[in-house]
């Protein structure tokens, strides 16, 4: 089983940037994809990226691209979750998971995790 500690959250003015970040310790070998999902109060658990550990392959959810972006650091195990011209409606618990699918597109809801983070709390004020 792999641990999954998400860091990086808080509270943020509109426009302003946050970077998050997922540490992955423990039996890493299996999860090929690690994913960002968000979650806002009263709403469903949202795919926010994915990457792949061995290409760095990429995938955003449409409505995201252009202000957020994935990369991962392999010698760290970290993943992180750059987040720029944020709006109050990227206000979320954001989330890092970890698939075993072997493609980024193959990863793109909440079923194909296997493992999860806590989550770290972003708050963004207008």
């Known amino acids: 089983q792999v641990q999954l500690v998400e860091s990086g959250g808080g509270l943020v003015q509109a426009g302003g940037s946050l970077r998050l970040s997922c540490a992955a310790s423990?039996?890493?070998?299996?999860?090929?994809?690690m994913g960002w999902f968000r979650q806002a109060p009263g709403k469903e658990r949202e795919f926010v990226a994915a990457?792949?550990?061995?290409?760095?392959?990429?995938v955003y959810a449409d409505s995201l691209k252009g202000r957020f972006t994935v990369s991962r650091d392999n010698a760290k195990n970290t993943v992180y979750l750059q987040m720029n011209s944020l709006k109050p409606e990227d206000t979320a618990v954001y989330y890092c998971?970890?698939?075993?699918?072997?493609?980024?597109?193959?990863?793109?809801?909440?079923?194909?995790?296997?493992?999860w983070g806590q989550g770290t709390q972003v708050t963004v004020s207008s």
């Open positions: 423990g039996r890493i070998f299996g999860y090929y994809v």
């Open positions: 998971a970890a698939s075993h699918r072997i493609a980024t597109k193959l990863a793109l809801t909440p079923d194909e995790y296997a493992s």
């Open positions: 990457i792949k550990w061995s290409s760095a392959t990429v």
